[in-house]
């Protein structure tokens, strides 16, 4: 459980949002710019706000995911959400994030993200809908311009990072991209928005109970990727979930009516997302086994025996069962500042200066030192490649020469990156197949076999269960390596 709460603090505090409860980033809606109209209810600075971030949180997020005809349908979706809102001249730009988070929120000024994680995630255009509309929500409620508001106040982000790391965060590449993530809506202001966007996406003619199908189906994934044990993600800063899902069909129904109403099209939904990137992008980096190789900045390194790495837009974190961690990240450090210099400038908590060293790996420069606090011991080293500072921090309960081995080896597998490194990296992406007479829910689950708990996940991005019957002639998603 220690273990399990230091991973979660060296992964730092992901800002939860909207629908979901996390973070993301895309493209312009359609090919133009969007209107000059802001949005009813906003100001102007709301605008200067969104111009502000945005290209901050694409930064943060990955980067902007290119796929035409996602963007397409993306597109679609928001004009007919847009009148549906009363807001059809409204200025909105919507960004697909090149991030396999499930996630979307809302800036001030009309800016809204979805993550391509999401778009994997949901199985029809009403549920993609649902999202955008209760979005869209959070704008026109001005629960963005709130949020940013809070933003503004709340320490919580540099307290928990202060925590791990001590002293000045501003330099922290985890920290800024945090706080540009903003504050959390409240629990009132999401409840609110997916009333309206409920409301949305129902007289703009998709089906209104999608929002509480989706957020199923979420809750689900959300378990799925936390593992036995792990965090509940969104769903710990949002409603009981059940309670949060029932509100919604109970909402769906009172303005809709009991019957199941409103376009799905779960066929044109599936054929516009195949192809989708699913997980982790290769370019921005890939674990292989206990390796982790990053195709774009061309460097790799390994961890030790029995460590498990995970991968996420600000860090890469290791657990290992006996009680360590490690946790892998890149900060932004002047050039003319001497690493050992950096190691000595109050970012991480306890370091002894005396044991600072320099060293270099692989033709690459390093400075290492120690650190401990009242219930960790950290070996803590910073390298730089090409102009940019790395970062590892091996944290455990207590030294040991096993301990000190494990970083050392780290830091010694640390180099640049060969082809034969490069041809271990494959994509892994969303698939759509069509039901055949005989096939059932297991046996288009075993098609994803060869990937980790993949037969799981096959049930959890189609919304089935083992035993579901399926229909024949109706697509269904898989996810295999290409």
């Known amino acids: 459980m220690r273990i399990g709460l230091l991973a979660m603090s060296l992964l730092a505090l992901g800002a939860c949002s909207s629908l979901l409860g996390s973070n993301i980033a895309v493209s312009k809606t359609g090919d133009n710019p969007a209107p000059t109209v802001v949005p009813e209810g906003t100001d102007p600075e709301d605008v200067v706000i969104g111009r502000r971030e945005h290209p901050r949180i694409i930064a943060a997020y990955g980067g902007v995911y290119s796929d035409r005809p996602a963007e397409i349908m993306v597109a679609r979706i928001v004009g007919r959400l847009l009148a549906a809102a009363n807001q059809p001249n409204a200025q909105f730009q919507v960004t697909i994030l090149d ?10 000024g009309g800016y809204i ?8 995630l949901a199985s029809d255009t009403s549920e993609l809908a649902a999202v955008l509309a209760h979005e869209i929500a959070h704008v026109t409620l001005r629960h963005a311009r709130a949020r940013t508001d809070r933003t503004r106040t709340t320490e919580i982000v540099d307290r928990v990072i202060t925590g791990v790391f001590g002293g000045d965060t501003s330099t922290d590449a985890t920290a800024n991209r945090t706080r540009e993530s903003m504050a959390a809506f409240s629990q009132n202001q999401e409840l609110e928005a997916d009333r309206e966007g409920i409301k949305f996406a129902g007289k703009a003619g998709y089906d209104p109970q999608a929002a509480a199908r989706f957020l199923g189906v979420m809750s689900r994934f959300a378990s799925f990727s936390a593992g036995e044990g792990g965090d509940d993600g969104f769903l710990s800063s ?46 921005q980096g890939s674990i292989v086994g206990r390796r982790f190789i990053h195709t774009a900045s061309k460097f790799t390194f390994t961890v030790p025996e029995g460590y498990t790495l995970q991968n996420s837009q600000s860090a890469v974190v290791g657990v290992a069962g006996d009680g360590e961690a490690v946790r892998f990240d890149s900060a932004d450090v002047q ?19 005396d044991s600072v060293t320099t060293q270099s790996y692989n033709g690459i420069e390093m400075a290492s030192g120690l650190a401990q606090t009242d219930q960790w011991f950290f070996r803590v080293s910073v390298m730089r490649l090409d102009g940019q500072v790395y970062r590892f921090i091996f944290a455990a309960k207590g030294d040991s020469s096993r301990f000190a081995a494990g970083a050392e080896a780290t830091l010694k597998s640390f180099r640049r990156t060969e082809a034969s490194d490069l041809n271990q990296v494959r994509k892994v992406a969303v698939r759509v197949v069509t039901a055949k007479a005989g096939d059932s829910a297991d046996s288009l689950a075993r098609q994803m076999g060869g990937l980790n708990r993949g037969s799981e996940l096959f049930y959890i991005i189609n919304d089935l269960y083992p035993g579901d019957p399926i229909v024949v002639g109706e697509k269904y998603k898989v996810v295999v390596l290409q």
């Not at 991030?99 to 001030?108: G, K």
């Not at 069909?249 to 009172?254: F, N, S």
């Not at 500042?337 to 200066?353: E, F, H, M, N, Q």
């Open 99 to 108: 991030s396999s988070e499930v996630n979307a929120f809302a800036l001030p």
């Open 113 to 120: 993200y979805v993550t391509r994680g999401i778009l994997a």
């Open 238 to 283: 949002h409603p009981s979930t059940p309670a949060r899902i029932q509100k919604a069909l109970d909402t769906a129904r009172t303005m809709f009516g009991q019957a199941q109403v409103g376009e799905t099209d779960r066929a044109g939904y599936l054929d516009s997302i195949a192809g989708l990137t699913f997980g982790d992008s290769p370019a």
């Open 335 to 353: 050039a003319n500042v001497p690493l050992a210099d950096y190691l000595r400038s109050g970012w991480i908590a306890g370091l002894k200066a």
